[in-house]
Nanobody, 116 residues
Framework: QVQLVESGGGLVEAGGSLRLSCAAS????????MGWYRQAPGKQRELVAT???????NYADSVKGRFTISRDNAKTAFYLQMNSLKPEDTAVYYC??????????WGQGTQVTVSS
């Protein structure tokens, strides 16, 4: 089991920045990928960014150049730096880890609201 606790959401004006954090505990040695997803009202959950153990990152086209995912080497925490935020970035953001056993774990979600 892996437990995830998110922090850092909030309300920000368009053009502003926020940093989300996700603290991982439990069987973190089994984690091979960390990521962030988001779900806006009435929409499906979508991938925002992922980073593998090897450091390979992947971003949704809509956030490339604005968001940066990072992690600590001990896999106890990972982050999403969000710059140049837009109203369409408003959503509940979830952190996620995938293990070597192909199991997914999710954080509780944190609300990000970007006002125009």
């Amino acid at each position: 089991q892996v437990q995830l606790v998110e922090s850092g959401g909030g309300l920000v004006e368009a053009g502003g920045s926020l940093r989300l954090s996700c603290a991982a505990s439990g069987r973190i040695v089994s984690i091979n990928q960390m990521g962030w997803y988001r779900q806006a009202p009435g929409k499906q959950r979508e991938l925002v960014a992922t980073v593998t153990n090897g450091g390979t990152t992947n971003y949704a086209d809509s956030v490339k150049g604005r968001f940066t995912i990072s992690r600590d080497n001990a896999k106890t925490a990972f982050y999403l730096q969000m710059n140049s935020l837009k109203p369409e970035d408003t959503a509940v953001y979830y952190c996620n880890v995938r293990t070597i056993y192909y199991t997914n774990y999710w954080g509780q979600g944190t609300q990000v609201t970007v006002s125009s």
